[in-house]
Structure formats: C-alpha cells, structure tokens
C-alpha cells in the first residue's frame, strides 16, 4: 500500500477514556493488551507523524445517549457497554458532564484531536461506520487510503476495516496501536483480530514502518 498524504487519511476509533485509561469503565478487561502493544504511545507517535507531515486525521467516536437505553436487542458487548455506562454522555446537543468522563478523549490526546484540523465524524451506534458520516467525510476529501488503529481490535477497529473495505478503500492496519479485550470464557479479542486482519487489510504494519512510511513519503 502506497502512503500519500494527499489521498492517505489517519483514522482512530475510540480514543477515549474508558477503553484507552486506568480510570476507564473496560481497562481490566482491556488493560493488559493496552499495556503490552503500548497502544497508546503508538497512537500518539502516529497522531504525531500525522500533524507534522500534514495528513489528514480523522477520529470516528462512540457515544451512548440516555435514549439508547431503550434499545431492546443488544448483543454481549453491547449488553455490557450499556451496564457499565461505557461512552456514556447526558445527550446530543449538550456536554454536560462530558470534560474527563469516559466519552472523553485521553488527555494526551486532546492536543491532536482539538487543534481545529481533526476532522470528528458523527458517532457510531454499535461497531462499524454504517450509522455515521465517516465514508462521506473521506471520500469528501479525495481520501482513498487509511492508516487505521484505535480501540476495541475486535469490535470496533475490525468492523470499521470490514466496512471501508467493502466501500472500495485501502485499509492498513497498525497492529501495535489497537488492543483488544480478554475474557475467560469468549477469549482473546486481540490475537482473534489479528488473524483476520491478515486475511483481510492491505497491509499490517508496525507503528515503526507506519511512521516510517508517513515521514518517507513527505520528503
């Protein structure tokens, strides 16, 4: 896969607090992964590179509003998210509540995602991008290529991947800026993504041969 940064788009899923911070609602599910891919370092070496070698960053969030609680099928992690009050926020049109909540980005983050540059997409509701704005945002930008990384590997991460694929882009994966959840009875959602990110995305990269490509290709 070629990077360009005139038609190559960085793209994080989730980079917020519960799925990303100790004081997260889902770090002792994901907390272990976390901190063994440094997940969050990698992110900000990419998000890094992006800003300084002019990429186009995009950020594809989850949020639940106090109506969603009126969803009546809901699958396990769903179930759970709704439990735990993941990505929780007091509704649409308000922020009440929201600076340093689990809906919010990782303080590290903030610098990045807040620069005026970062393009925010509407949320999506379940997993993939199918309930938001994302594939117009991109294609509204001559985008045709993603760096792609984020939160949940399994969830979220490879639904957006399955979805971009089937709208015609090119997708890389950073395998080391994702992390994914470990259950005792469902198993590891991490080296499950792997697997089918290797069948699936153009490529599988390393944070170091993405930032390397990204820097490579501005000079």
């Known amino acids: 896969m070629d990077v360009q940064k005139t038609d190559t788009a960085v793209l994080f899923i989730d980079p917020q607090n519960d799925v990303l911070s100790e004081k997260g609602a889902n770090w002792g599910a994901v907390g272990a992964s976390v901190t063994e891919n440094r997940t969050v370092e990698n992110m900000e ?33 769903e179930a759970d998210e709704f439990r735990t009050h993941t990505f929780a926020r007091k509704g649409p049109l308000t922020l009440t509540g929201f600076a340093n909540s689990g809906a919010d980005w990782l303080d590290r983050f903030k610098r990045y995602i807040e620069d005026g540059k970062t393009i925010v997409v509407s949320p999506h509701k379940v997993f993939g991008p199918q309930t938001n704005d994302l594939v117009l945002q991109l294609r509204k930008r001559g985008m045709s290529k993603i760096i792609l990384g984020g939160m949940l590997a399994n969830m979220c991460v490879e639904s957006h991947l399955r979805e971009l694929l089937e709208q015609g882009f090119e997708v890389a994966i950073v395998k080391d800026a994702t992390a994914g959840p470990r259950h005792p009875v469902w198993g590891d959602g991490y080296q499950a993504a792997i697997i089918n990110y290797r069948f699936l995305a153009h490529a599988v990269l390393s944070t170091d041969e993405t930032v390397a490509r990204m820097y490579q290709a501005t000079r």
Request: charged share 25%.
């Open 45 to 77: 070496r990419i998000f890094e590179a992006a800003k300084r070698s002019g990429y186009e960053v995009f950020i594809s969030p989850h949020y639940f509003y106090p109506t969603d609680d009126g969803w009546k099928m809901n699958g396990p992690l």
